[in-house]
C-alpha cells in the first residue's frame, strides 16, 4: 500500500508535466521493487490506470469549461459554430483517433519491448533534447488561452499525430502534444490547456483497456493497491495543474527538457552500478 501511494504521488506530480508520468512510473516502480509484491502485468496495469485518477482533477478543475460545452453543445445564434461544445469535442476526438489506433494495435508490444528503465531513459533523453530544438524554433510569446483559440481539424489532427510519439514512454504526451500544438500554431498555455482535456478520453479509454484485460486475476490486495495509487495521483495533481500553468506563463519548457537530460544520464548511471531486475 505504501509503494503504491508513492507511485500515486508520482505520477500526480508528473502526468501534466512534458516528463513523461509514465516513464517516470517505470522506472520508480523499478527502484522500489513494487514488481516484487506482484506480476509484471499487474504493475503495468497499475500504472497505466492511476493516470486516470490525475486526469479526473482535470474534470473537477475544468468542470465549469466542461459543463459549459455541454450546455452550449450546439451552435445557436448566441454560439458560433467554432465555440459550441459538439465543434469542441469533434476536434478533441479528431486528435485522439491517431493514438487510438496506433496503440490498439500495438499496445502488447510497446509494453513488452519497452516498458523497462533503460528504454524510458533513452527516450527521456531524445525528448529532451526534440523539446530544447522546438522551442527554440517554433514556440511563440502568445499565452492566449485555449477558450481564445480557433481550433481547426487541420490543427487537430496535427496535435494527434504528434500524440501518437507518446505511445513510447518516457516521450510524454503532454510534451509531444505540446509540441504538436506549437506546429499547429498554438500558443503554449492553449497547447497545455488542449493537452489537459485530450487526457480525459484517452486515459479513460486505456485504463478501461487495461482493467479489462487482468480484472479477472487481480487479488482484493490489488485492487486496494490501485485504489491507494488512484486517489493519491488525483490528490497530488489537484495541486499540480495550476502551478504548471503559472509556471508556463513565466518560463519557458527548457527547464523540463534539462530534467529529462538530467534524469536519464542519472537512471543510466545508476543502471550500470545496480542492474535493474529483469521482470
Not at 76 to 83: A, F, G, I, L, R
Not at 125 to 130: K, L, R, S, V
Not at 154 to 183: D, H, M, N, Y
Not at 233 to 243: G, T, Y
Request: hydrophobic share 55%.
Amino acid at each position: 500500500m505504501l509503494k503504491a501511494g508513492i507511485l500515486g504521488i508520482v505520477e500526480g506530480l508528473t502526468e501534466f508535466l512534458p516528463v513523461s508520468s509514465t516513464g517516470h512510473l517505470v522506472i520508480f516502480s523499478n527502484l522500489i521493487h513494487f514488481y516484487n509484491h506482484a506480476s509484471k502485468e499487474f504493475v503495468d496495469m497499475f500504472n497505466m490506470v492511476i493516470q486516470l485518477g490525475a486526469t479526473l482533477a482535470v474534470v473537477v478543475l475544468y468542470w465549469p469549461t466542461i459543463w459549459g460545452s455541454i450546455i452550449n453543445l450546439f451552435p445557436s445564434p448566441d454560439v458560433p459554430v467554432k465555440k459550441s461544445g459538439l465543434y469542441f469535442w469533434s476536434m478533441i476526438v479528431i486528435s485522439c483517433i491517431p493514438a487510438a489506433v496506433i496503440g490498439i494495435l500495438f499496445d502488447d508490444i510497446v509494453k513488452e519491448r519497452f516498458f523497462n528503465p533503460i528504454t524510458v531513459s533513452c527516450a527521456l533523453f531524445i525528448g529532451g533534447i526534440a523539446m530544447l530544438y522546438a522551442e527554440s524554433k517554433l514556440r511563440g510569446k502568445q499565452t492566449t488561452a485555449l477558450a481564445d483559440t480557433d481550433i481547426t481539424p487541420k490543427e487537430a489532427i496535427i496535435v494527434g499525430l504528434f500524440q501518437v510519439l507518446s505511445i513510447i514512454p518516457g516521450v510524454s504526451r503532454s510534451a509531444s502534444t505540446i509540441i504538436g500544438g506549437w506546429v499547429g500554431g498554438f500558443s503554449t498555455i492553449a497547447a497545455a490547456e488542449y493537452s489537459f482535456f485530450l487526457a480525459i478520453p484517452v486515459m479513460f479509454g486505456q485504463s478501461l483497456l487495461n482493467v479489462l484485460k487482468v480484472q479477472a486475476n487481480l487479488s482484493s490486495q490489488e485492487w486496494a493497491a490501485l485504489a491507494v495509487g488512484f486517489f493519491v495521483s488525483f490528490i497530488v495533481a489537484l495541486l499540480v495543474i495550476n502551478s504548471f500553468l503559472s509556471f508556463l506563463k513565466q518560463k519557458p519548457m527548457k527547464y523540463f527538457a534539462y530534467y529529462r537530460i538530467v534524469f536519464a544520464f542519472l537512471v543510466l548511471a545508476y543502471s550500470m552500478f545496480f542492474p535493474f531486475t529483469e521482470v
